[in-house]
């Protein structure tokens, strides 16, 4: 079962969690498992059908432009990451 790593952000949702198991072929199979385990957690990966804009997702090491398409096999690492906004304006 792919195991998915959870940015701080998210692990008040999965009860502290910083990975936990989750199945799914794709990365939205794997979301919709999430939401099953940990009520609240899909909404704030996902909005209108797509990752949220601050979200993104590497799936074995790799940053997946296909998004919730992305293949996750049964040994996949699934990391959610967010975005980081800030900086010195000058």
Request: no cysteine.
């Amino acid at each position: 079962m792919p195991l998915v790593f959870l940015p701080a952000l998210l692990r008040e949702a999965a009860g502290g969690q910083s990975s936990v198991e989750a199945a799914g072929s794709t990365v939205r199979e794997v979301i919709a498992n999430l939401e099953a385990l940990f009520p609240g957690i899909g909404e704030r990966l996902v909005e209108h059908g797509r990752l949220r804009a601050n979200i993104s997702v590497a799936v074995d090491g790799e940053v997946s432009p296909l998004g919730l398409l992305e293949p996750v096999e049964p040994a996949s690492e699934v990391h959610f990451v967010t975005a980081i906004k800030g900086g010195a304006t000058p």
